[in-house]
Each structure stands twice: as C-alpha cells, then as structure tokens.
C-alpha cells in the first residue's frame, strides 16, 4: 500500500490561534469567514447555484478573492442572482452593468449571465430544480486530499457537467469553472485533510439529503 502523502507546511496556513487552514484562504478576514463558513458545504438553494455557477464564470482570468470582494455588488446590479429576474434583463441592463465599476465590467461574462438566466428556466422545466440536475454530477467517491498537489483543477465529472451544460446553451462554464463550482457547494470535499474544517464538511455531506 502506498503511503500517504504528507501535508506541507506550505499547504496548511496556522493563525495565531493553533488553527489549520488550507493554504488558499491566506489571513484576509473575508477570505478566511468564506473558509470556515462556505466553501464546500452543500448547496441545494437553485437561486444560490445559480449565483455560484456565474460567479465562477466571471472569476476566470482573475482571483476569488477578487469576485468575493465583490459579491454584494454583484447581487445588488443582478437582482441577488433570481434568474427569473435576470433572464428578463435587456441590452439596457448590460449596459448598466458595464458602467459599474463595483463590479467586473466583461460585457461577454455579462451577457452570459441573462443567457445561463433564461437556460436556467429551462432547465427547471426539465428537471425540476437545478439542485437536482446539478448534483447529479456529484462523484461516486470523494479524494480526500492531503495536499495542494491532489487538488485537482478539473475531473471527468466537471468536463461532463461542462459539456452538458454548454450543450444546454450555457456559457463560461468550462471543465475548471465546474469543478470550481462543485468544490464550492459540496459535491466534493477538496479541504485538506489536516485542515479543520475537512472533518465538518464530511458531516455536513454525510447528513446532506440529494435533491
């Protein structure tokens, strides 16, 4: 049997405090709350899913950090991510939203977002929830990584939730941004091992119920 890969001390960032973090959430305090309260809990709020899965189109190219920073402007300038609302905007709102400044200013990420709104609707149609599609794309065994080194940047279940959504119409949603996505709301626990918060999200997954 092969031996387990070891934490880094790179990998793990300890407050002053004795607490171990992965190494991705640094000291800032926003970061660190979006750590220890967010990141990897499960999600089955379509209207949040849907806010998640955008947000991580607009964050390519750029830091998390940097979208985090701006997620209340981000609800505030697209109706707290309701797609139903969202999916009415018009060439009026993109323009608005190009002009502001609180948020990223990328007309193509803008405009997909009214687009993934609409496909969104659809979806509902054919699934019921987008809860419910989504985690059907949840991996039949979980990693557990001990390292940054066995984070991955995509599977083959984020490139098949890529090609499924973009074969739905939606857009910036490539293998990346779905992986992303499904570390973020709980489909996997990609927190390190010796991190301690990696213990709560597999409770948490544990007691999840799937749509």
Same mark, same amino acid.
């Given at each position: 049997?092969?031996?387990?890969?070891?934490? %880094?001390?790179?990998?793990?960032?300890?407050?002053?405090?004795?607490?171990?973090?992965?190494?991705?959430?640094?000291?800032?305090?926003?970061?660190?709350?979006?750590?220890?309260?967010?990141?990897? !809990?499960?999600?089955?709020?379509?209207?949040?899913?849907?806010? %998640?899965?955008?947000?991580?189109? @607009?964050?390519?190219? +750029?830091?998390?950090?940097?979208?985090? !920073?701006?997620?209340?402007?981000?609800?505030?300038?697209?109706?707290? @991510?309701? @797609?139903?609302?969202?999916? +009415?905007?018009?060439?009026?709102?993109?323009?608005?939203?190009?002009?502001?400044?609180?948020?990223?200013?990328?007309?193509?990420?803008?405009?997909?977002?009214?687009?993934?709104?609409?496909?969104?609707?659809?979806?509902?149609?054919?699934?019921?929830?987008?809860?419910?599609?989504?985690?059907?794309?949840?991996?039949?065994?979980?990693?557990?990584?001990?390292?940054?080194?066995?984070?991955?940047?995509?599977?083959?279940?984020?490139?098949?939730?890529?090609?499924?959504?973009?074969?739905?119409?939606?857009?910036?949603?490539?293998?990346?941004?779905?992986?992303?996505?499904?570390?973020?709301?709980?489909?996997?626990?990609?927190?390190?091992?010796?991190?301690?918060?990696?213990?709560?999200?597999?409770?948490?997954?544990?007691?999840?119920? !799937?749509?």
């Amino acid at each position: 049997m092969a031996k387990p890969t070891p934490t %880094k001390p790179a990998d793990l960032i300890v407050d002053p405090q004795r607490v171990g973090r992965c190494w991705w959430c640094g000291d800032d305090p926003l970061y660190v709350e979006y750590h220890d309260q967010q990141w990897g !809990r499960p999600l089955d709020d379509d209207q949040r899913l849907f806010e %998640k899965v955008c947000l991580e189109g @607009f964050q390519a190219g +750029l830091s998390w950090i940097t979208i985090l !920073r701006k997620r209340e402007s981000f609800r505030q300038g697209f109706a707290d @991510f309701d @797609f139903h609302q969202v999916a +009415l905007f018009d060439t009026s709102d993109v323009d608005r939203l190009v002009a502001d400044a609180s948020i990223v200013r990328h007309r193509g990420k803008i405009e997909s977002t009214i687009n993934n709104a609409k496909r969104a609707i659809e979806m509902l149609d054919e699934f019921g929830s987008l809860a419910k599609y989504f985690w059907s794309f949840e991996p039949p065994s979980q990693r557990s990584p001990r390292s940054r080194d066995e984070v991955a940047a995509k599977t083959e279940e984020s490139t098949r939730l890529s090609k499924s959504l973009k074969k739905r119409g939606w857009s910036f949603v490539g293998p990346t941004t779905c992986y992303a996505f499904m570390q973020a709301t709980g489909m996997v626990n990609d927190h390190l091992q010796s991190c301690h918060q990696w213990q709560s999200i597999q409770e948490a997954r544990k007691t999840f119920t !799937r749509p």
